[in-house]
Nanobody, 120 residues
Framework: QVQLVESGGGLVQAGGSLRLSCAASGTIFTINAMGWYRQAPGKQRELVSTITSAGSTTYADSVKGRLTISTDNAKNTVYLQMNSLKPEDTGVYYC??????????????WGQGTQVTVSS
């Protein structure tokens, strides 16, 4: 079993920054890829960013240049540095354990989510 625990969310003004963390624990033989999703009120969950074990990253167009994903492999932790935040970044952010098969494919392992609220 795998557990994912997110932290770092909060309330911030537009233009501000937050750093989200997601610690993975449990029976993890190897992490191929991890991703961050977000779900805004009334909207579907969307993929925001991914990172592979080789360090390759992807970003949704809406966050390119403002969000940076990184990992600490020794700690099985993935981070999401969020700068120049906008009100439309508001939502619950979830991390996910997955694999890269030409595109990101999520496993059914999700954290509990962390709320990010950006005020205008």
């Amino acid at each position: 079993q795998v557990q994912l625990v997110e932290s770092g969310g909060g309330l911030v003004q537009a233009g501000g920054s937050l750093r989200l963390s997601c610690a993975a624990s449990g029976t993890i033989f190897t992490i191929n890829a991890m991703g961050w999703y977000r779900q805004a009120p009334g909207k579907q969950r969307e993929l925001v960013s991914t990172i592979t074990s080789a360090g390759s990253t992807t970003y949704a167009d809406s966050v390119k240049g403002r969000l940076t994903i990184s990992t600490d492999n020794a700690k099985n932790t993935v981070y999401l540095q969020m700068n120049s935040l906008k009100p439309e970044d508001t939502g619950v952010y979830y991390c996910n354990l997955g694999r890269w098969l030409g595109a990101y494919v999520p496993y059914a392992y999700w954290g509990q989510g962390t709320q990010v609220t950006v005020s205008s």
